[in-house]
């Protein structure tokens, strides 16, 4: 099957588009011609090499964990799905492999793609929309009238964190440049800076929740920021998170990092959100596979609004 794969770790460039072998479902596996995915952090950092020590791939290793698509062959032992059903998910093999024609992942990681959405609407929300979820219903544990502060609230994690945090009941800061005021007009946060102009460091405002989504405040920065009992959330690596729990120990503030897990009633939960109108999907841009290493090169320069689809004939 075509895919886009790399047979090295490396820059954008390390790409090429290749036959691979198609993937074989397991029992309780569904497999799905894949239709669209996106890019997300993980994905450029993996083709980096960033966890080569701790995550051992073969190569060629094909990337990319968001797929919307629709069911060909399911495993003996699944229930749900059914050959033609249009389905999305956060595949659940150690490096995706959503750069594909074809895609297999547990019948557990997936959804059945809400009625409104395109395939490539579809390719845009699980793996960022999820994170924000757990992020802060999890470890947030957002409640009425709580004050959250969401920093990085134009990127793809970020644009689902500023909405779920509303509709969770919480009181919403966003910071995000004044590039994107149109895309705050649309996601409605109760208030937003313009971090080009003011650091929410030096406000006098304090609030309970800070998710830090682009990772350049730190908990200590953080800190004073923080109300009483406050949350710092992070995507942090483990010892890094680690020690900011170390430095948060006497502070009578909290640090708190998370790491997305594939769940299909977390990505029913956001399908309903999209179906009743509350939940909106902002693509930047749309790319064809072939055009990969363009579209991880936007990625990781850090101005992408929303999210980045990579579209699989």
């Known amino acids: 099957m ?4 790399i047979k090295k770790y490396g820059g954008p460039e390390v790409f090429e588009i290749t036959e691979v072998e198609k993937p074989v479902p397991k029992k309780n596996e569904v497999l799905i011609r894949v239709y669209a995915s996106s890019v997300n952090p993980v994905d450029y950092k993996l083709r980096k090499g960033n966890w080569r020590f701790l995550l051992r791939g073969r190569f060629p290793l094909v990337l990319g964990y968001d797929a919307a698509g629709e069911v060909v062959k399911t495993g003996d032992n699944v229930k749900k799905f059914k050959p033609g059903d249009r389905v999305y998910c956060r595949l659940g093999r150690m490096f995706g492999g959503a750069y594909a024609v074809y ?12 009625g409104k959405l395109n395939y490539n609407e579809a390719a845009a929300l699980p793996l960022a929309g999820v994170s924000a979820l757990q992020a802060l219903r999890d470890k947030g544990q957002i409640s009425k009238e709580k004050k959250i502060l969401i920093n990085g609230a ?6 689902y964190a500023v909405q779920l945090a509303r509709i969770l009941g919480g009181e919403v800061t966003a910071v995000a440049s004044a590039r994107h005021e149109a895309m705050m007009s649309e996601l409605k946060p109760d208030d937003w800076i313009d971090y080009t102009k003011v650091d929410f460091l030096n406000l006098n405002e304090k609030y309970d929740i800070i998710f830090d989504v682009i990772g350049n405040k730190s908990f200590l920065q953080c800190k004073n920021t923080l109300n009483p009992g406050g949350i710092y959330i992070t995507s942090l690596p483990r010892p890094k998170i680690l020690y900011h729990k170390l430095l948060a120990l006497f502070s009578g503030k909290k640090v708190k990092g998370f790491l997305m897990k594939s769940r299909a009633s977390d990505l029913d939960y956001l399908s309903g959100l999209v179906e009743a109108g509350e939940l909106k999907i902002w693509i930047d841009k749309t790319y064809p596979l072939e055009k990969i290493s363009e579209a991880h090169k936007h990625s990781e320069s850090g101005r992408a609004e929303g999210k980045i689809v990579i579209e699989i004939e």
Do not use: D
């Open 154 to 159: 134009s990127g793809g994690v970020g644009h």
């Open 2 to 5: 075509k895919a886009a794969a």
């Open 103 to 114: 895609a297999a992942s547990a019948e557990n990681t997936f959804s059945v793609i809400p």
